[in-house]
């Protein structure tokens, strides 16, 4: 099997990147792997689908530091070849990353990877639930019981009343990003860097202010969900609390939040038990809740990351569980061929 993983940019990948773990499970797994950036598609006057790809060298990798350094150096000469080659196109690009500095990168997996999928390659996740999901606006569509009470507006006059009616405070984000970029604590109505605050994540677009939550001073947690259920290997879930830097609201890793061990509990459980049939409407094979008490405060879709870490944690290869999910999708895939739809099939 041929798996390609689409990414923002193969020169910013890193060994800790769950991408590169899922890569390096594939080709343990004996599947050949190939790396796509924006810029690679090739639809052609005969309307054939053509890609552009890095093609990792056939070796027996045994470490992601090893797979890295390979794909790197490969990634000096590329080859095209038809999208019919391609058995499964992972879309694990952050579209926020090129939203300002290449708006056209933002949306090609998506558009791009409907055009694979109508052409019989299993694209994951679903191309057409992503391009519901290009924002937070995303989590609204999820039952009220377990999202925080939230507004989005650009309207600053909206937002202050919003927060005057929250005693416990509020957090103020921009509606696109992600990482922990400008997502403030405003603890009161009176803050005397309201305005501030207001300017640096308005600059982003809209706003979304959500009623804070005293859990969140302990962190927030990250569990991952494949086809719809909680991903267990081995008797242990995929899932890790992450606990934010001293004095910093946020719990993203890349903000300086660190990881730990977790006890999946009966509420989170119940949380994903809860938006399980709109991701599995959507075609959202692989995505990262992230819970805070009993609400859920975002889910990842595009790239949830997080697998390298609790490899390490639990002494678990979750990556090879995602790996062989696909595995089973491709033998559906040749069982059924087209008569089952991309976004039925990626959630089996």
Not at 126 to 142: H, I, T
Not at 161 to 178: E, H, R, T
Request: charged share 20%.
């Amino acid at each position: 099997m041929r798996i390609a993983f689409f990414v923002n940019s193969i020169g910013t990948e890193t060994p800790g990147y769950t991408t590169t773990a899922l890569a390096l499970a594939a080709v343990q797994r004996g599947h050949s792997v190939v790396y796509v950036e924006p810029g690679d598609f090739i639809l052609r006057p005969n309307d054939d689908l053509a890609v552009s790809v890095t093609a990792l060298p056939d070796a027996a990798y045994k470490t992601s530091g090893k797979l890295h350094a390979a794909l790197q150096d490969a990634a000096k000469q590329k080859k095209t070849v038809a999208m019919s080659d391609i058995d499964i196109l992972f879309l694990r690009n952050d579209p926020s990353l090129d939203g300002a500095g290449r708006p056209w990168a933002a949306n090609a997996g998506i558009m791009f990877g409907r055009l694979a999928a109508e052409r019989g390659t299993i694209v994951v996740n679903d191309p057409g639930g992503l391009a519901q999901a290009q924002s937070k606006l995303y989590l609204q569509s999820f039952p009220e019981a377990v999202r925080p009470a939230s507004l989005i507006s650009r309207s600053i006059a909206e937002i202050r009343a919003f927060i005057d009616k929250q005693p416990k405070g509020c957090i103020v984000k921009p509606l696109q990003g992600s990482g922990g970029k400008n997502v403030f604590h405003i603890a009161k109505p009176t803050d005397s860097n309201l305005n501030q605050i207001f300017e640096a994540a308005s600059g982003d677009g809209y706003l979304i202010a959500q009623v804070y939550l005293p859990e969140a001073k302990a962190g927030d947690v990250r569990l991952f969900l494949m086809n719809g259920l909680p991903l267990v290997r081995d008797g242990k879930f995929a899932a890790f609390r992450r606990v934010p830097a001293k004095g910093d609201v946020r719990s993203n890793i890349h903000a300086a939040g660190t990881a730990r061990k977790v006890k999946v509990t009966a509420t989170m459980l119940g949380i994903a038990e809860m938006v399980r049939p709109k991701l599995i409407g959507d075609g959202m094979f692989l995505v990262g809740l992230d819970i805070v008490g009993d609400k859920l405060l975002e889910i990842n879709v595009f790239t949830p990351g997080g697998l390298t870490r609790l490899a390490d944690m639990y002494t678990t290869d979750f990556a090879a569980s995602v790996i062989a999910a696909l595995e089973e999708k491709q033998t559906l895939r040749q069982a059924y061929g087209k008569t089952m739809t991309n976004s039925r099939l990626a959630t089996l």
